[in-house]
């Protein structure tokens, strides 16, 4: 038993030079990335994969100005309201539908929609980015973590300590550098919707070339840029023992274009 429908959110945008997304990269060069999020339709429920940014950090000057204190990134919300709430209305769910998330990792593109699911579902992440994120030191909000997101007594975490199936057919598999619990997945799709599936790297390779060209990513923790291709090769190996693609985590062509498939596979 396997998926049976997949949704592509599109949970804001991301300004900023390519080099945060390629190594080497010229910082001149800028891209405006999607910020995404995926709902699966699983034997236990819908399940949401990552849930975009903490509106309340983008609206609030104060707070804007501490959390996004760089010129250099320009995040940028797609309407007025709460981003999850509106994405999940325009393909007829409610927040309410949501079983259970799980989180690639903590940055603030990624985790800032927590605050919909606090004592309501499970959490699954990575315990060792979990850690990280927890640590009492300045470093991870250095690092695009925002602890207000995410240090919340009401969350349930399922905490994983490596490769885990976290529903019926998904998999999550540990790829971390991007952060040091980052986690990509594995989708499988029922039979009964004709089979298949996606690797869905996430921040392991935000763009088509970190996957096709094998380029280290921009943005790592606790490892050297030649240290985030190997991730990207294992994704790679396992999409081609099963004859699925691999899709990047950010990319401003690749995003759009699954949005449209898979919206034409389940006739959303």
Same mark, same amino acid.
Request: net charge negative.
């Given at each position: 038993m396997?998926?049976?429908?997949?949704?592509?959110?599109?949970?804001?945008?991301?300004?900023l030079p390519k080099s945060a997304s390629v190594h080497g990269a010229s910082r001149a060069e800028r891209v405006r990335e999607p910020v995404p999020g995926l709902l699966l339709e699983t034997d236990d429920g819908w399940l949401l994969l990552d849930t975009g940014f903490n509106t309340a950090l983008l609206r609030d000057p104060a707070l804007r100005r501490r959390f996004y204190p760089s010129p250099n990134y320009q995040p940028e919300l797609p309407g007025p309201g709460e981003p999850l709430e509106e994405a999940l209305a325009a393909v007829g769910v409610d927040l309410a539908d949501v079983t *259970? =998330?799980?989180l690639s990792h903590l940055h603030v593109d990624h985790a800032g929609g927590l605050k919909h699911f606090a004592g309501r579902v499970p959490v699954h992440i990575q315990k060792t980015e979990l850690a990280y994120g927890l640590s009492n030191h300045p470093e991870p909000e250095h690092h695009s973590m925002a602890r207000i997101d995410y240090d919340d007594p009401r969350i349930d975490w399922r905490q994983a300590d490596g490769d885990v199936e976290i529903a019926p057919g998904v998999t999550a598999l540990l790829t971390a550098g991007h952060t040091p619990g980052h986690q990509s997945?594995?989708?499988?799709?029922?039979? *009964? =919707?004709?089979?298949?599936?996606?690797?869905?790297a996430c921040d392991a390779a935000d763009l088509t070339e970190n996957i096709t060209e094998e380029r280290p990513i921009g943005a790592f923790i606790g490892v050297t840029a030649d240290q985030t291709v190997p991730p990207i090769?294992?994704?790679k190996e396992i999409a081609a023992r099963r004859g699925?693609?691999?899709?990047?985590?950010?990319?401003?062509?690749?995003?759009?274009?699954?949005?449209?498939?898979?919206?034409?596979?389940f006739r959303l």
């Open positions: 396997g998926v049976r429908r997949i949704i592509a959110l599109t949970l804001g945008w991301e300004d *259970a =998330v799980a997945f594995v989708v499988d799709l029922d039979p *009964a =919707v004709g089979g298949g599936g996606y690797v869905f090769r294992r994704l699925y693609p691999v899709i990047p985590g950010h990319d401003p062509v690749a995003w759009p274009t699954l949005t449209t498939e898979l919206a034409t596979r």
